[in-house]
Protein backbone atom coordinates (compact mmCIF):
# COMPACT_ATOMS: atom_id res chain seq x y z
CA UNK A 1 0.00 0.00 0.00
CA UNK A 2 1.02 3.45 -0.96
CA UNK A 3 2.53 5.90 2.02
CA UNK A 4 -0.33 8.10 2.72
CA UNK A 5 -0.54 11.69 4.21
CA UNK A 6 -2.80 11.39 7.33
CA UNK A 7 -3.97 15.03 7.63
CA UNK A 8 -5.97 14.33 4.63
CA UNK A 9 -8.44 11.74 3.17
CA UNK A 10 -7.24 9.52 0.12
CA UNK A 11 -9.56 8.10 -2.38
CA UNK A 12 -10.69 4.66 -2.06
CA UNK A 13 -11.85 2.86 -5.59
CA UNK A 14 -14.30 -0.64 -5.15
CA UNK A 15 -17.08 -2.49 -6.19
CA UNK A 16 -20.07 -2.14 -3.72
CA UNK A 17 -23.31 -4.14 -3.53
CA UNK A 18 -22.70 -4.73 -7.64
CA UNK A 19 -21.99 -0.96 -8.03
CA UNK A 20 -18.46 0.99 -8.76
CA UNK A 21 -17.71 3.55 -6.28
CA UNK A 22 -14.69 5.58 -4.99
CA UNK A 23 -15.02 7.18 -2.20
CA UNK A 24 -12.89 9.69 0.31
CA UNK A 25 -11.23 8.58 3.52
CA UNK A 26 -8.62 8.81 5.87
CA UNK A 27 -6.20 6.43 6.50
CA UNK A 28 -7.81 5.32 10.02
CA UNK A 29 -11.47 5.25 9.12
CA UNK A 30 -12.56 1.93 9.54
CA UNK A 31 -15.11 0.33 6.50
CA UNK A 32 -17.71 0.49 9.10
CA UNK A 33 -17.54 4.06 9.11
CA UNK A 34 -17.09 4.81 5.89
CA UNK A 35 -20.32 2.44 4.83
CA UNK A 36 -22.74 3.90 7.16
CA UNK A 37 -21.29 7.81 7.39
CA UNK A 38 -19.78 8.50 4.31
CA UNK A 39 -21.78 6.36 1.87
CA UNK A 40 -25.08 6.34 3.94
CA UNK A 41 -25.57 2.44 3.98
CA UNK A 42 -26.82 2.01 7.87
CA UNK A 43 -28.19 -1.62 7.41
CA UNK A 44 -24.64 -2.84 8.86
CA UNK A 45 -24.68 -2.28 12.21
CA UNK A 46 -21.67 -1.26 14.54
CA UNK A 47 -21.94 -2.90 18.54
CA UNK A 48 -18.73 -3.74 20.03
CA UNK A 49 -16.15 -2.21 17.72
CA UNK A 50 -13.59 -4.93 18.92
CA UNK A 51 -14.77 -7.61 16.31
CA UNK A 52 -16.32 -10.19 19.23
CA UNK A 53 -19.82 -9.39 18.35
CA UNK A 54 -20.28 -9.94 14.42
CA UNK A 55 -23.15 -7.10 13.95
CA UNK A 56 -20.87 -5.25 11.57
CA UNK A 57 -19.84 -8.27 9.64
CA UNK A 58 -20.41 -7.74 5.40
CA UNK A 59 -18.89 -9.84 2.64
CA UNK A 60 -15.32 -8.53 1.38
CA UNK A 61 -14.83 -10.78 -2.29
CA UNK A 62 -17.35 -13.29 -0.74
CA UNK A 63 -16.12 -13.81 2.76
CA UNK A 64 -17.66 -12.40 6.02
CA UNK A 65 -15.45 -10.17 7.59
CA UNK A 66 -15.81 -8.10 10.54
CA UNK A 67 -16.59 -4.32 9.20
CA UNK A 68 -15.53 -2.72 12.27
CA UNK A 69 -11.82 -4.20 12.39
CA UNK A 70 -11.25 -3.18 8.15
CA UNK A 71 -9.60 -0.03 7.42
CA UNK A 72 -11.37 1.49 4.60
CA UNK A 73 -8.27 1.79 2.57
CA UNK A 74 -7.77 -2.27 3.07
CA UNK A 75 -10.92 -2.49 0.35
CA UNK A 76 -9.49 -0.67 -2.54
CA UNK A 77 -10.33 -3.04 -5.33
CA UNK A 78 -12.50 -4.80 -2.95
CA UNK A 79 -15.95 -6.43 -4.11
CA UNK A 80 -18.11 -5.96 -0.77
CA UNK A 81 -21.70 -6.85 -0.07
CA UNK A 82 -23.36 -5.56 2.43
CA UNK A 83 -27.13 -6.63 3.91
CA UNK A 84 -28.49 -4.21 1.96
CA UNK A 85 -27.54 -5.79 -1.34
CA UNK A 86 -29.14 -9.31 -0.30
CA UNK A 87 -32.24 -8.71 -2.14
CA UNK A 88 -32.00 -7.59 -5.74
CA UNK A 89 -35.70 -5.72 -5.21
CA UNK A 90 -35.75 -3.52 -2.47
CA UNK A 91 -39.25 -4.02 -1.76
CA UNK A 92 -38.97 -7.77 -1.34
CA UNK A 93 -36.96 -9.94 0.94
CA UNK A 94 -34.49 -12.63 0.03
CA UNK A 95 -35.13 -16.05 0.93
CA UNK A 96 -32.74 -16.25 3.71
CA UNK A 97 -34.54 -12.90 5.06
CA UNK A 98 -38.45 -13.98 4.33
CA UNK A 99 -37.12 -17.35 6.50
CA UNK A 100 -35.70 -15.65 9.29
CA UNK A 101 -39.71 -13.45 9.11
CA UNK A 102 -41.61 -17.04 8.78
CA UNK A 103 -39.17 -18.61 11.86
CA UNK A 104 -38.73 -15.20 13.82
CA UNK A 105 -35.26 -15.54 13.84
CA UNK A 106 -35.03 -11.65 15.02
CA UNK A 107 -35.99 -9.85 17.80
CA UNK A 108 -34.49 -6.07 18.46
CA UNK A 109 -32.41 -7.03 14.99
CA UNK A 110 -29.24 -5.43 16.09
CA UNK A 111 -27.54 -8.59 14.95
CA UNK A 112 -29.53 -9.75 12.54
CA UNK A 113 -27.69 -7.45 9.28
CA UNK A 114 -24.23 -9.72 10.11
CA UNK A 115 -25.49 -12.96 10.88
CA UNK A 116 -27.78 -12.86 7.62
CA UNK A 117 -24.50 -11.74 5.45
CA UNK A 118 -22.29 -14.97 7.44
CA UNK A 119 -25.25 -17.40 6.58
CA UNK A 120 -25.36 -16.20 3.09
CA UNK A 121 -22.11 -16.41 2.52
CA UNK A 122 -21.74 -19.81 4.39
CA UNK A 123 -25.37 -21.39 2.41
CA UNK A 124 -23.78 -20.02 -1.42
CA UNK A 125 -20.15 -21.74 -0.56
CA UNK A 126 -22.32 -25.17 1.40
CA UNK A 127 -26.05 -24.90 -0.01
CA UNK A 128 -25.52 -28.28 1.96
CA UNK A 129 -25.05 -27.31 5.48
CA UNK A 130 -26.58 -28.89 8.44
CA UNK A 131 -27.71 -27.94 11.54
CA UNK A 132 -24.11 -28.07 13.18
CA UNK A 133 -22.71 -26.43 10.23
CA UNK A 134 -24.90 -23.76 10.73
CA UNK A 135 -24.38 -23.11 14.54
CA UNK A 136 -20.87 -23.45 14.27
CA UNK A 137 -20.75 -20.77 11.76
CA UNK A 138 -23.08 -19.03 14.12
CA UNK A 139 -20.13 -19.14 17.08
CA UNK A 140 -19.00 -15.52 16.07
CA UNK A 141 -22.10 -13.91 16.29
CA UNK A 142 -23.35 -12.29 19.52
CA UNK A 143 -27.67 -12.60 20.10
CA UNK A 144 -28.77 -11.07 22.96
CA UNK A 145 -32.52 -12.06 22.35
CA UNK A 146 -33.41 -14.59 20.63
CA UNK A 147 -31.09 -17.90 22.17
CA UNK A 148 -30.14 -18.51 18.43
CA UNK A 149 -32.67 -21.40 17.34
CA UNK A 150 -35.03 -20.15 15.52
CA UNK A 151 -31.88 -18.40 13.53
CA UNK A 152 -30.73 -22.12 12.93
CA UNK A 153 -34.60 -23.34 11.70
CA UNK A 154 -34.27 -19.91 9.98
CA UNK A 155 -30.92 -20.63 7.70
CA UNK A 156 -31.93 -24.70 7.43
CA UNK A 157 -35.52 -23.30 5.85
CA UNK A 158 -33.54 -21.43 3.60
CA UNK A 159 -31.34 -23.98 2.96
CA UNK A 160 -33.72 -26.50 1.90
CA UNK A 161 -35.50 -23.86 -0.02
CA UNK A 162 -32.32 -22.84 -1.73
CA UNK A 163 -31.56 -26.79 -2.31
CA UNK A 164 -35.09 -27.21 -4.08
CA UNK A 165 -34.49 -24.51 -6.37
CA UNK A 166 -31.41 -25.46 -7.72
CA UNK A 167 -32.50 -29.24 -8.14
CA UNK A 168 -36.19 -28.47 -9.37
CA UNK A 169 -37.22 -31.63 -10.48
CA UNK A 170 -35.88 -33.74 -6.72
Same mark, same amino acid.
Given at each position: ????????? +????? !?????? *??????????????????????? !?? *??C? +???????????????????????????????? !????L #????????????????? +?????????????? #?????L???????R??I???? #?? +?????????????????A?E??????????
Amino acid at each position: MPRMNAARK +HPVDF !TLNGKA *VRAEAENRMLLSDLLRHEIGLTG !TH *VGCE +HGVCGACTVQIDGKPARACLTLAQQVRGSDIR !TVEAL #SPDPAKLSRLQAAFRRH +HGLQCGFCTPGILM #SLDALLREHPDAGREDIREHL #SG +HLCRCTGYATIVEAALAAAEEQRKEEKPNA
